[in-house]
């Protein structure tokens, strides 16, 4: 049997993994959960049929979501993470010694339980003590936070269904009020080639709440265009100032971040300067 | 009738485009050679059923193929172009006034007669009086040689078939000849994330005729990974002094590339610099 798994992300463009098995099927109060082994990318997580990462490129993404933004805070004692299930991000996380506490915000439990099951080098991180689980509507376990965080980090599925609160305006408002005052956002929020409204959208309702935003990229082979987006919102935190005696420590560990992608990152096709101006 | 093209580039990875028409079926002494529309990326050429390029971002790949050597060539007047018988490399080369005379060897024809019907917008640049179109095979070309050209660029297929012998050493024997003493070279050489062996042995041989080799990138969205590598050689030119005021005209001409770029795209992935070292 000649079995693959399709994905049309954006209508006529189509990518599709080679399925060697299907290791898990099934279905939380939230969304179809799924996990197959693919013949070229390990192992895949699927939510809705959508991809959200394969075991082989998904070091990408965690590196460059979390890297950048703790190693410009000077000291990121506490680190909330919005989404994030899978426990990749929070593996990156607790490479900081600075770390102190992280609290992740997921709204479906069953996604950590699978996880933990299938991608246990990612799913290892919760048993660190420094983790703390909440489950939950991420939204609401913020609204009443205040000066609590160093980092917020969006790692959340993308605008459509459930996550769609986490790209509006109100979102951001009690992300600002929840970060000190030389707190860093950063957020995933697709690709600039295929951006349709959503990446203006963001940009605007962020600039009202932060001094700087900006967006900075990897890439990601198996994401739809292979370019994947990261928003950055900060008041007059310069991103390219960092400790290189951290960075070196951090880098040592990475399989994709270099000194220079803290600078690399941000510069952006030119097509799409306007989507973050 | 929902018509799909699929590529599998890589065993177990498809890109697949939707088709909306097919335009042009036709084989060459070559190859197989056909022109499709499709939904989302525009018209697409394949030769012998691969993508070359899609109108849609064909720009990507063909900004960055040129600017960054042309640019960091003090005055390049003469330029050669290995294969690029569809005319976008040319198209680009043509926007620096500096460059006085382009040979393209292009060894298929017909490719050359197809992308001007179906492609006119690259097509265009073939009615340039500086270009001259060489048919035939470009190592013979090349080998005879000698002082003759500021910049030549590797515009071919793949390493498969016909094109084997321009990724070989004898090959860089030529072209390091067939240069001016602050000559550059540079070629595609597909990606990093799925290099197999091409990668290494191409730097391996350009390292023994040059004295500076590296790797640069471009994010290409119908690209297999979507991230595409590109080899830079040459002797002692460094890729980052550039003049500024004429980077500036022909940003003004470009969407994707930037001033940035000329640094940033030759920040790789943290496991690919072993590919260059």
Redesign the interface.
Known sequence: MDL?F?EEF?????????VTKTLYQGKSRFQKIDVIE????GRVLLLDGLTMFTSQ?EF?YHEMIVHPPLLAHPNPKRVCVVGGGDGGVIREILKHPEVESVVLCEIDEEVIRVCKEFFPDMGASFSDPRVTVQIGDAAEYIRPQKDAFDVILGDTTDPIGPAVVLFEEPFYVSVKKALKPKGIFVAQIESV??YGDIIPKVTRALRKNFQDCRLY?A???T?P???WNFVWASDNVNPFDVNQERQRRI?AT?????P??Q??AF?????A?ELQA
Do not use: K, M, Q
């Open positions: 693959w399709n954006v209508p006529g463009l189509r990518v599709s993994f080679r693919t013949e070229r990318f490129d990408v080639f295929i990229g890439t990601v082979p994401y265009t292979g370019y880098c990475c399989r994709y971040y270099t220079e992608h600078r690399a510069v952006l096709p030119a097509f300067a």
